[in-house]
């Protein structure tokens, strides 16, 4: 009897162990897919109106985009800043038309403090839209286009850095890493990084060429470096799983030999 319970409980922690591979490969696949999407940057500068971002611990900068292929839930998503252009931003679907920026509520998510009227998005990335004290039933009032010259943002700069030395990228491991990366990167993040003077007279988007031919990697076969919620923890625990029966296998052997 404790013969055959050794079986299972190693033929189990083995099939456990390979279905978290299983279950990582079906991320993959979600991820690679993802990655085409084409998107727009929306820049927001709340600075007029000061509170709008001064109470992080119960509101968060929030966006509601529709008028598209793809509509966003109310009360919107959280926009990031960026500390190299001191603006808020959020990727959107390319052919989103409109936007209504918002202070979500923390504990109720599908709620807003406050809004803004309905803001046209007709041009983006290179414009961003500024919040005004002046309201209209209510809701703020934004400006209209204003055109600006975006500086290399924090995530294309941090990106950058990772590919500036030999001894970075020096096997084709990391370049696959890199060239992951790099596919997870918005569609505004990905031009800003093509057209990006990297030194040595090569742009982002020539020296990524280089690497893909030297070490025979191509960005479109790798997936994107991002986490879908809730896998992480799912092959952390099936991972746990496994190592506890190796564990109890061990611990069976070792009974039947002292035995």
């Known amino acids: 009897m404790r013969k055959i319970m050794s079986k299972i409980v ?9 279905g978290s591979f299983v279950i990582k490969g079906n991320v993959r696949d979600v991820e690679v897919k993802a990655a085409t999407t084409e998107t727009k940057r929306v820049w927001f500068s709340p600075d007029y109106v000061e509170w709008w971002t001064g109470d992080s611990a119960n509101s968060q900068v929030g966006i509601y ?10 009360a919107g998503v959280g926009m990031l800043h960026d500390s190299a252009n001191s603006l808020w931003y959020y990727d959107v679907p ?10 979500i509520k923390v504990a109720d998510p599908s709620n807003a403090w406050n809004q803004t ?26 400006s209209g286009a204003i055109a600006f010259s975006p500086a290399t943002t924090d995530v294309v700069s ?8 030999s001894a970075e990228i020096c096997n084709s491991s990391a370049v696959a890493t890199a060239l992951s990366t790099y596919n997870s990167l918005s569609t505004f993040e990905k031009n ?31 997936p994107v470096m991002v986490n879908e919620g809730g896998s992480l923890e ?26």
């Open 10 to 18: 190693m033929a189990s922690a083995v099939l456990l162990s390979f």
């Open 65 to 74: 985009y529709f008028g598209g292929s793809v509509e966003g839930t109310w």
């Open 94 to 103: 390319s052919d989103t038309t409109t936007v209504i920026f918002t202070r």
């Open 117 to 142: 009227l309905n803001v046209p998005v007709g041009v983006c990335n290179t414009y961003k839209y500024e919040l005004w004290n002046s309201e209209v039933d209510g809701k703020k009032e934004v």
């Open 158 to 165: 941090n990106f950058a850095a990772t590919l500036d030395t």
């Open 192 to 222: 800003q990084f093509d057209n990006l003077d990297v030194g040595g007279s090569e742009t982002g988007a020539t020296r990524l060429a280089y690497l893909e031919a030297m070490y025979g990697v191509e960005a479109n076969s790798l």
């Open 234 to 259: 799912l092959i952390v625990t099936i991972g746990i799983i496994g190592l506890t029966l190796l564990g109890g296998f061990y611990f069976l052997n070792k009974k039947k030999i002292k035995g």
